[in-house]
């Protein structure tokens, strides 16, 4: 059975780092794209980060450009958002492509086919 489950959100202040996790079972993540995505309140998901399985292409959203890093090795994904801010509050979703493009990361919400149940970040100003 594949289970994708996200761990480190929490409550932050506007300007710390945070690094999210996603623990992998059932699946080997060398095979697989993963993307990060979030849902503010009141607001659509959205793809913040990407990484291509082979790990050599990742995407990042306009709105993190400067400020995430997106990783991934054989059993868990990573991203790591810095200088955070108030509109980064949203529930954070991991998900898992199987294959896919060498060098395009995807990032569309039905190209994954596993995800996370989503772990919530707040940042208080």
């Known amino acids: 059975q594949v289970q994708l489950r996200e761990s480190g959100g929490g409550l932050v202040q506007a300007g710390e780092s945070l690094r999210l996790s996603c623990a992998a079972s059932g699946i080997n993540l060398v095979t697989f794209a993963m993307g990060w995505f979030r849902q503010p309140p009141g607001k659509d998901r959205e793809c913040v980060a990407s990484?291509?399985?082979?790990?050599?292409s990742t995407y990042h959203a306009d709105s993190v450009k400067d400020r995430v890093s997106i990783s991934k090795d054989k059993n868990m994904a990573y991203l790591e958002i810095n200088r955070l801010k108030a509109e980064d509050t949203a529930v954070y979703y991991c998900a898992a492509q199987r294959g896919g493009s060498y060098d395009s990361p995807p990032t569309r919400q039905y190209e994954f086919l596993y995800w996370g149940q989503g772990v919530q970040v707040t940042v208080s100003s």
């Open positions: 990484i291509t399985y082979s790990g050599t």
